[in-house]
């Protein structure tokens, strides 16, 4: 939605707008603690070597999410396979939407659910023109602690809200995630 500036608030913006410069782009300045100290005079710096491998193993990263398969999402937009369970988030404070989000996914895979819906709404909020907890949850289910609970999730089709909602596919109770290094 826009709206016109009034003279007073257009004069403003333009006060703003003359006082603001570019960056220059060549110069970056590290914070003071991460600076390295300069090289003694009459001496070259030091050259950077590659870290040695360590003695022990390296940390396994946790696997990507899965993308969730085309034909899955074909037989959901054409209403030959539902959802097995459904979480609104309509109205609710990003605080509460996350707590509830846990706890839905924790018991739909309890349940034994596959596949879950989750609505967000469109919003009209947010740094993008997105709502709030449509910038949110995509975020949450990618981070590493709900890799025990989502395999994989993606936008849902119109019929099932579109951009206002999310298809999480569930991981079954039990099974291991697959690891990197098998």
């Known amino acids: 939605m ?7 608030e257009r004069e403003l913006w333009d006060r703003l707008r003359r006082s603001v410069r570019p ?13 390295r100290p300069e090289p003694a005079k009459g001496r070259k710096p030091q050259r950077e ?16 999410l899965a993308r969730l398969e085309d034909r899955t999402l ?19 404070r990003q605080e509460r939407a996350f707590s509830t989000l ?14 879950v819906l989750v609505i967000t709404g469109k919003g009209f909020e947010g740094s993008d023109g997105r ?15 709900f890799r ?19 298809y999480v596919q569930i991981r079954r109770r039990g099974v291991a995630r697959p690891s990197r290094n098998d």
């Open 148 to 166: 025990d609970l989502v395999v994989g999730f993606g936008e849902a089709g119109r019929r099932h809200g579109g951009g206002g909602a999310l």
């Open 23 to 35: 960056l220059d782009r060549n110069v970056v300045e590290a914070p003071e603690g991460l600076r």
């Open 131 to 145: 709502g709030v907890l449509r910038q949110a949850v995509p975020s949450w289910l990618s981070r590493p602690d």
């Open 49 to 64: 070597t590659a870290a040695r491998p360590s003695a022990s193993p390296p940390v396994a990263r946790e696997p990507s």
């Open 74 to 92: 074909r037989r959901l937009a054409r209403g030959l396979s539902e959802v097995d369970a459904r979480l609104d988030l309509h109205g609710m």
């Open 2 to 8: 826009s709206r016109r500036l009034t003279g007073e």
């Open 102 to 115: 846990v706890s839905f996914l924790r018991r739909s895979q309890a349940r034994g659910a596959r596949l």
